[in-house]
């Protein structure tokens, strides 16, 4: 009996062992290759922290860039000017004007990833956007507010739904056709899990992201 | 040394049990290695299948279901779209280029996909990898058709052999479309893709060959021969799907958007990495179950090798006294049954990685043709080594259990043995 009670002991101490293991390499190649970095500098260059705000032009409105229209409230979802009201909306907000100060700073700034290019482990490029999912009540984020990532080594995606912070050289990208509309591109060279302020909120995503496969 | 040189004499002497339990690790531990193989290849696989499309659009349905019967084949689609609203997309201004999708029919169980020249231009797998030829070209005449690697060497055919589409995607069909025959002008390089298991011919084509299907069925005295088809007006009025390609990568949301908000036809465009994350998520929780039982495996390996070092101590209480007769320490018999269960352990991950690379050197041609995913002969990941390692730690403390019992007995029996 007392052997069995020890062996029980034993395996139970082996369990407990496994998840660590775990935990331990996924912190481990979340942060693989990457020198680790101060909070205001990267390779000599200062590191701006980034709202999302601040990559829209200063008079970026919906009236700066619809003109004056009638008020969308008065307007029913099926209304044949609603759609017109719809169409041109998102053809303003496909090609919303940048800030282009912006273009070759530094900048850490949080968001999802939507991604585009990988090889089922890694994601290579993908989408930076500030918040997370195909909300299909409104539409997507003008495109200012939508940043295309190249990351070279590639980073893992478990959850679409967390948050990460990337830091990396910001650029503006003018795609030559009839539009000329621009957008921001960046190139990663850090990226970190993002962690929520709140402490509560914190031991939540860390419970989820126990429960998510180390691959 | 010594000690090593002990345990491995004493393993040699009981070596049918012992070698019982090298097997029961070895297949044990084959089952975690393999697991975890299959999982990160078939993701691999999955991932390098398509690459460099902004969107799918499809009739609307479910992301991962368009996904799946568009790319990979799998599954059907629930409707077609219309010849006009795909032209209306692609004459978006957003837009860079689209290859229509056409689906539906077979031939010998691989799958016809109807499409355009814009298919070898744009289609790529991997890292951006374009199509290649490893013979001929693409199609140009009507009864054309450009055949993927698997087909054409399951199939044996070559440049010039005659190929008969059938009616559905059986493995057999008893509809086909008999009266008008393909010629192979092209095969394609492999590409450990889908595109390796499927025919690809046009749309017209696939217009041509359904011409006195109308009713659903080719009705008897209204046959429309080759040639009389290839006069007729082809122009396909419904595609499966379609590929597109944007201009500026940020307006793809907003393409999207537009697409499904069509009002006129309901659409649904996807992006590709999306519905591929969204399909790992929901894969992830079988994926997760397996894991757990191939470790439960592992766990029952290493408790059949307790079961059997626990009961040899019994007999083997006199070789135990003996040694310490001659000099050994209580603590180094501890030290001998640790370093047999240890020894037992090693040598059956080794003996489990043997297996697995044999078994996937069995499996690789079956799972290959089967499920189209190809899983290399790699060496090991580092994740994989470090599940190695957690199995030996796990064995090695294992034999602290009968190292203990017999560190009991040495101490308390001495050289009186009452069994």
Redesign the interface.
């Known amino acids: 009996m007392k052997?069995l009670i020890?062996?029980l002991f034993?395996?139970l101490?082996?369990f407990c062992?496994?998840p660590v293991?775990q935990a331990e390499?996924t912190q481990a190649t979340d942060q693989k290759s990457e020198p680790k970095t101060e909070q205001e500098a990267f390779n000599g260059e200062v590191v701006n922290e980034l709202d999302w705000e601040e990559l829209m032009p200063k008079n970026f409105t919906l009236e700066s860039i619809l003109g004056d229209l009638d008020s969308p409230d008065t307007l029913d979802d099926l209304d044949p000017a609603a759609?017109q009201y719809?169409?041109q909306l998102?053809a303003a907000?496909?090609?919303a004007p940048v800030v282009p100060e912006m273009g070759g700073k530094m900048v850490k700034i949080p968001g999802f990833v939507?991604?585009?290019?990988?090889?089922?482990?890694n994601?290579t490029e993908?989408?930076l956007v500030p918040y997370f999912g195909a909300c299909?009540h409104v539409?997507?984020?003008p495109?200012n507010q939508?940043i295309?990532v190249r990351f070279e080594p590639g980073t893992k995606?478990e959850?679409?739904y967390d948050a990460i912070w990337v830091t990396g050289k910001l650029a503006i990208?003018t795609?030559a056709?009839?539009?000329a509309?621009s957008?921001?591109?960046l190139e990663a060279f850090v990226i970190e899990p993002y962690e929520m302020e709140y402490e509560d909120e914190a031991a939540e995503t860390e419970a989820g992201a126990e429960g998510?496969?180390?691959? | 040394m010594i000690l090593l040189r002990l345990t491995a004499r004493s393993l040699w002497h009981r070596r049918t049990t012992a070698l019982l339990t090298l097997l029961t690790i070895g297949v044990s531990v084959m089952l975690l290695l393999g697991v975890e193989k299959v999982r990160?290849e078939?993701?691999?696989?999955?991932?390098?299948t398509l690459?460099?499309t902004?969107l799918i659009v499809g009739a609307r349905s479910g992301q991962i279901q368009l996904l799946l019967y568009s790319i990979f084949r799998m599954g059907d689609a629930t409707s077609n779209i219309s010849w006009q609203s795909y032209q209306l997309v692609a004459k978006h201004?957003?837009v860079a280029w689209t290859v229509p999708i056409s689906l539906g029919d077979s031939h010998k169980g691989y799958r016809v996909l109807g499409t355009n020249q814009d298919y070898f231009k744009h289609y790529k797998y991997g890292?951006?990898i374009p199509l290649s030829f490893e013979q001929g070209r693409q199609f140009d005449a009507l009864y054309d058709v450009v055949l993927g690697a698997d087909v054409a060497e399951k199939l044996g055919y070559k440049l010039g052999s005659k190929v008969v589409v059938a009616h559905g995607i059986g493995n057999a069909s008893f509809s086909k479309h008999e009266d008008k025959p393909f010629t192979v002008v092209g095969i394609l390089e492999r590409t450990g893709t889908p595109v390796d298991q499927t025919l690809h011919l046009s749309l017209e084509a696939l217009e041509a060959i359904h011409i006195d299907w109308k009713a659903g069925v080719r009705i008897p005295g209204t046959n429309v021969s080759a040639e009389e088809a290839a006069k007729m007006q082809l122009q396909p009025k419904q595609i499966t799907a379609f590929l597109v390609g944007v201009?500026?990568?940020?307006?793809?949301?907003?393409?999207?958007?537009?697409i499904?908000?069509y009002?006129k036809e309901p659409m649904l465009a996807i992006?590709p990495?999306?519905a591929?994350?969204?399909l790992w998520?929901m894969v992830?929780i079988a994926?997760?179950a397996l894991?757990l039982v191939s470790?439960l495996v592992v766990?029952a390996g290493l408790v059949g090798m307790?079961t059997v070092i626990l009961t040899s101590l019994n007999e083997r209480r006199r070789e135990l006294a003996i040694l310490r007769s001659v000099g050994a320490r209580a603590w180094q018999i501890l030290l001998l049954l640790t370093l047999e269960s240890a020894l037992l352990t090693l040598l059956g991950v080794g003996f489990g990685i043997l297996l697995l690379y044999l078994g996937i050197l069995l499996a690789q041609p079956v799972l290959a043709s089967q499920i189209g995913v190809f899983i290399p002969l790699s060496a090991l990941t580092f994740?994989q080594w470090?599940l190695l390692g957690?199995v030996v730690?796990?064995g090695t403390?294992?034999g602290?259990?009968p190292g203990?019992?017999a560190y009991r007995y040495s101490v308390a029996d001495g050289m009186t043995i009452r069994v």
């Open positions: 052997v020890r062996t034993l395996w101490a082996v062992f496994i293991v390499e759609t719809m169409d998102m907000l496909a090609s939507v991604p585009v290019q990988g090889d089922g482990i994601v993908f989408f299909i539409p997507p984020p495109s939508i295309y995606v959850n679409l990208e795609t056709h009839e539009l509309s957008g921001y591109s998510t496969p180390a691959q | 990160t078939t993701r691999t696989s999955f991932a390098n690459s460099g902004d201004r957003q890292n951006r201009k500026s990568k940020v307006a793809t949301f907003h393409l999207q958007r537009s499904n908000n009002r992006l990495g999306v591929l994350q969204q998520d992830g994926e997760k894991m470790a766990v307790l994740y470090q957690v730690v796990c403390l294992t602290l259990i203990y019992r």
